[in-house]
């Protein structure tokens, strides 16, 4: 008989959630998970939306090509990290790097077209009554001319048949799966190096979560762009990471490789359903 798996209430999940927050993850700890790779660095970031603050000193760092997976308690503060490093938040204390240089009050069309961050929302962000092609030339707009851009969709057509077969049809007749690929495929047209990818399996069916995984996965092992991800499914996640952060109350509360927090019997009780 298989073993039942552990249901916790949110606010069981909240209270355990804080012991974790025991030990302070050293940023020696965090450079050893990236490889002594700083690409990309958050250091001490305090941050939040208005006169709030959600993070408090938060620290970060993947090299180039790796792939990092947020997780935590709802509230954790996971999506303004993103928020934080793109620009969409209001930043007290602290500084991102990318690449060597500081980043931290770019606005964020200056992080795409200069620090090379393009940021994956979570929502459906698609324009349905604009063609496939119309929506991907739409992630070109910081291009010099349309003959750039035109170049640029071309390429990331030639990347993605599936694409190149629907780009004359209206987006909204695009599958779950479809979408979240154009997407996707539509942040890639200013060739970033960070993707920043908002919880990418939300809203799809499980037929399309591993696509959707595998082409992240393809971007980060042949391309070599680095990956920070919020993901829902925690499990998922982890499984696609190189590393794993545990978020608990704006703070960093743990730091392990993917595979390693896979294994965290803590880790699996209050975020993996087990």
Known sequence: MAAEQTVLSV???ARESAELMRHQVPRSALAQLAGDDNYVRVENLTAGYGR???LHGVDLQ????QSLCLIGPNGAGKSTVLHSIYGFTVIRGGAVFVDGEEVTRMPPAAKLSQAGIAYILQDNSVFPDMTVEENLLMGGYLMQDRAQAQ???EAVCEKYPQLAKRR??????LSGGERRLLEISRALVMDPQVLLVDEPSIGL?????GMVFEILTDLCRRERKTVIMVEQNARKGLEFADIGYVLVSGQLALAGGGRELLENAQVGRLFLGG
């Open 151 to 153: 170049a640029a969709v």
């Open 11 to 13: 606010d069981q999940v």
């Open 168 to 173: 004359a049809q209206p987006a909204r007749v």
């Open 205 to 209: 069916e499980p037929r399309f979560i």
């Open 62 to 65: 993947v090299g180039r090509g």
């Open 52 to 54: 709030t603050d959600i």
